[in-house]
Each structure stands twice: as structure tokens, then as C-alpha cells.
């Protein structure tokens, strides 16, 4: 593992995000190596390692509850120690989810593949200018290492920092899987790079970018001082703009995130070793898709939330579908769908003559057309909601 120098070069995230870009990816079913040996389904595995997940999370529950409690204690008198400075601390709602659910923890485990979930415990603050870089330099990370809170290390892979937008010097021979260990911070602001020299040398790195729905905030992770060598729970810390910010992150959470993150629940998986047309284009409309709700609702939810919370604007951008958006979102599902059969059409046809395999992909493809349509009634309600509050709003939409 090698720790060396780094310089912010933001042309090298476009040129790989390019090369990104260009790979051809398919789609195949979830256990086609397995269907192909005709062996067995390993389907009921993931229950069962969910199951055993979630079991040891509720039973460190009560731990993991006393252990929030006084993290929240911690951060309340930061906020109040830091008022003037434009900290405060809402608890009602760092109290509606301190804890990750056994569910949300396990799924989390199952979606990555690591048992490592490093936000078990989280709380946020809000900052009503978080691109001032020295409020949290020189205040919030000081203020909790008196209180015996330090900044947790992390392991960051030399691509991870490629999409940061940094480079290693070019006479170093590195490969992507190179490893840095560098504090948990990620500084997920728009522009940040502007304010770099206002953060300590060894946090120069921590400096990312907003999320494509265009939420922006700053995650850390601290642990406590005194466990550092052992096994420490890690606590996050978000931190944003404030009470508007954290309602629309609410919103658009339930209205758009979690719909569109089911796509991953899909028994068809990303295969980049292969090439499929129909997969292909199975991809493309649901990039059509989460394009569509994430410029339409999210980016404006997020920017009307900032502009109140930073800038005490109160106008706000209008969230609304027409027809002919609407016309467009039920087209993408449609040609979606037919990918999705086509592609276990085609599975199907060079599966193995016993039965087994084709018995396997018949239950994907049920699996996958339910959750599609679950989808898709989930997002047409979002579509409701927002065209529902905007007729409130203006009558004449």
C-alpha cells in the first residue's frame, strides 16, 4: 500500500469518465453461470445471509441506540458552542433515523457485497454556508476532537480519486487498485475546488462533487478517540445547508431515490465481458429514465431548498409533468420492458435442455416484470404528487 503526493487535475475525471463511457456493458441473468453448468440455484443464499445480518444488528441494537444518544449530546453542544458561526442542530430530526434499520443496514450489506457498513450511527448539522470551508476546518473538526471525536481513516482507490478529479504525478507507474489511506471526509459541493486552501494539507484530497440529482452536503466519519485501536464504531456526519434542505432530501428520498435505486434489485446485472443490443438498450432507457426524475424533481427539490436555506430566496422553480413528459416516461417503460423479455428470450433459447435452467429464468423473469411494474406505478405516483402541488400552487398548470 503506497501513500504518495497528489495534484487536483479535474481534466483527468473527464477523460476517464470518457473511457468510462465508451465500455459496452450487457445485461444477463443473475445466476447464468450457474444455469449454464445446470447445477443448482443458489436463490435462497442471499435470504439467508440477510437473515443472519439483520439478526446481529437487532441484537446490537440497545448498544448501538445508548452509543447515538450521546453522539447526538455531542453534536447539540457543537451546534450551540458554534451558533455564530451559522451551525445549528435540528434533534426531532437527527432523531427519526440515528440508527440504520436492521433492514436498511442489511440491504446495504447485500447491495456492496462488504459487511462494513460505515454509517451504523449518523446525525447531520446544518451550516447555512457550507462552501465556507474554514467553518469546518477550523471549527466543527476541532470542536469534536476536544470532545474526544477524530476523523476516521479510509482506504481510497487511485480510480476513486481519478472521479475526484486528482492525479498522481505522471512519473508514478500506478495501477486504479492502488490504495491511500486518507481521513472520511467528502466534500460534495459545487465549485469547492475554490476554496481548497482553506482546508488543513492532509484534507486537500476530501474534495469530490455534488451528486448527479444535484444534492450536495459534507460526509465524514468519526470515531472515538479512546477505541481507535480496536474495532470503533464509525459515526457520520452530514452536514447541509439546513431545514429545507433536510425536508426536500426527505422527499426526494421517497419520491424518486428509492424508486430508482430498485433498478439494481433487477435479477438482469451490468456483464461489461459481453456484448447484447437489447441489453444495451435495456440500459439506456432506464438512464432515460432516472434522467428524466432527476432533472425534473431532484435537481429542482434541491436548489429550491438551497436557495432558501443559503439565500432566503422564496420563489421557487416549478416541479411539473405535461403530457407529452408523461407520454415519454410511459414510452421508456414500454421499450424497457420488451428489452428485458428479449433478453431472457434469448437466455432461454441457449440455456441447458433439462429444465432446471429455463425453470430458473422463468422465476427471474416474473421476479424482474413485478418489480418493473412496481416501479413504474411507484414513479407515475410521484408524477401525481408533484403535478398535484403545482396545480395548488398555480391553478392554471
Known amino acids: 500500500?503506497?501513500?504518495?503526493?497528489?495534484?487536483?487535475?479535474?481534466?483527468?475525471?473527464?477523460?476517464?469518465?470518457?473511457?468510462?463511457?465508451?465500455?459496452?456493458?450487457?445485461?444477463?441473468?443473475?445466476?447464468?453461470?450457474?444455469?449454464?453448468?445446470?447445477?443448482?440455484?443458489?436463490?435462497?443464499?442471499?435470504?439467508?445471509?440477510?437473515?443472519?445480518?439483520?439478526?446481529?444488528?437487532?441484537?446490537?441494537?440497545?448498544?448501538?441506540?445508548?452509543?447515538?444518544?450521546?453522539?447526538?449530546?455531542?453534536?447539540?453542544?457543537?451546534?450551540s458552542k458554534l451558533k455564530d458561526d451559522g451551525v445549528s442542530f435540528d434533534r426531532a430530526y437527527c432523531e427519526l433515523h440515528p440508527i440504520k434499520s436492521p433492514e436498511s443496514y442489511t440491504a446495504k450489506v447485500m447491495r456492496?457485497?462488504?459487511?462494513?457498513?460505515?454509517?451504523?450511527?449518523?446525525?447531520?448539522?446544518?451550516?447555512?454556508?457550507?462552501?465556507?470551508?474554514?467553518?469546518?476546518?477550523?471549527?466543527?473538526?476541532?470542536?469534536?476532537?476536544?470532545?474526544?471525536?477524530?476523523?476516521?481513516?479510509?482506504?481510497?482507490?487511485?480510480?476513486?480519486?481519478?472521479?475526484?478529479?486528482?492525479?498522481?504525478?505522471?512519473?508514478?507507474?500506478?495501477?486504479?487498485?492502488?490504495?491511500?489511506?486518507?481521513?472520511?471526509?467528502?466534500?460534495?459541493?459545487?465549485?469547492?475546488?475554490?476554496?481548497?486552501h482553506q482546508l488543513s494539507p492532509e484534507l486537500k484530497f476530501s474534495i469530490s462533487k455534488p451528486q448527479k440529482s444535484g444534492y450536495e452536503d459534507i460526509q465524514m466519519r468519526f470515531i472515538r478517540e479512546f477505541d481507535k485501536k480496536k474495532n470503533p464504531i464509525q459515526h457520520e456526519l452530514i452536514i447541509f445547508f439546513g431545514p429545507n434542505y433536510a425536508k426536500a432530501k426527505l422527499i426526494e428520498s421517497e419520491k424518486v431515490y428509492e424508486n430508482l435505486r430498485k433498478f439494481d434489485e433487477l435479477n438482469l446485472k451490468l456483464n461489461e465481458k459481453a456484448d447484447n443490443p437489447h441489453a444495451q438498450k435495456a440500459n439506456r432507457y432506464i438512464g432515460l429514465i432516472q434522467k428524466m426524475f432527476t432533472g425534473k424533481v431532484s435537481e429542482k427539490l434541491f436548489l429550491n431548498a438551497k436557495n432558501k436555506d443559503l439565500y432566503d430566496i422564496t420563489e421557487e422553480i416549478p416541479i411539473h409533468f405535461n403530457e407529452t413528459d408523461i407520454s415519454m416516461f410511459d414510452g421508456y417503460f414500454a421499450g424497457l420492458k420488451d428489452r428485458v423479455a428479449s433478453c431472457y428470450k434469448e437466455a432461454k433459447k441457449a440455456a441447458s435442455p433439462s429444465g432446471l435452467a429455463t425453470k430458473q429464468l422463468n422465476n427471474d423473469y416474473r421476479h424482474d416484470r413485478t418489480l418493473l411494474k412496481k416501479i413504474q406505478d411507484n414513479l407515475h405516483d410521484t408524477i401525481e404528487y408533484f403535478n398535484y402541488k403545482e396545480s395548488l400552487k398555480n391553478p392554471e398548470v
Open 112 to 196: 456492496s457485497g462488504s459487511f462494513k457498513v460505515p454509517d451504523a450511527i449518523r446525525a447531520t448539522l446544518y451550516l447555512k454556508n457550507p462552501y465556507d470551508l474554514s467553518i469546518l476546518n477550523d471549527k466543527i473538526i476541532p470542536e469534536m476532537r476536544k470532545r474526544g471525536y477524530i476523523l476516521a481513516n479510509t482506504e481510497i482507490t487511485l480510480e476513486k480519486l481519478l472521479k475526484r478529479g486528482y492525479l498522481t504525478p505522471p512519473e508514478e507507474n500506478l495501477t486504479p487498485a492502488n490504495t491511500y489511506i486518507l481521513p472520511d471526509l467528502d466534500i460534495r459541493l459545487e465549485d469547492a475546488m475554490d476554496n481548497i
Open 1 to 79: 500500500m503506497k501513500i504518495l503526493p497528489l495534484m487536483p487535475n479535474v481534466q483527468v475525471y473527464n477523460s476517464a469518465q470518457s473511457n468510462t463511457l465508451n465500455n459496452r456493458m450487457v445485461i444477463q441473468p443473475k445466476f447464468a453461470q450457474t444455469l449454464n453448468h445446470d447445477t443448482v440455484s443458489f436463490s435462497s443464499s442471499p435470504n439467508k445471509i440477510s437473515d443472519f445480518v439483520a439478526k446481529g444488528v437487532s441484537d446490537n441494537m440497545e448498544r448501538l441506540q445508548r452509543i447515538s444518544t450521546t453522539y447526538l449530546d455531542i453534536l447539540e453542544s457543537v451546534a
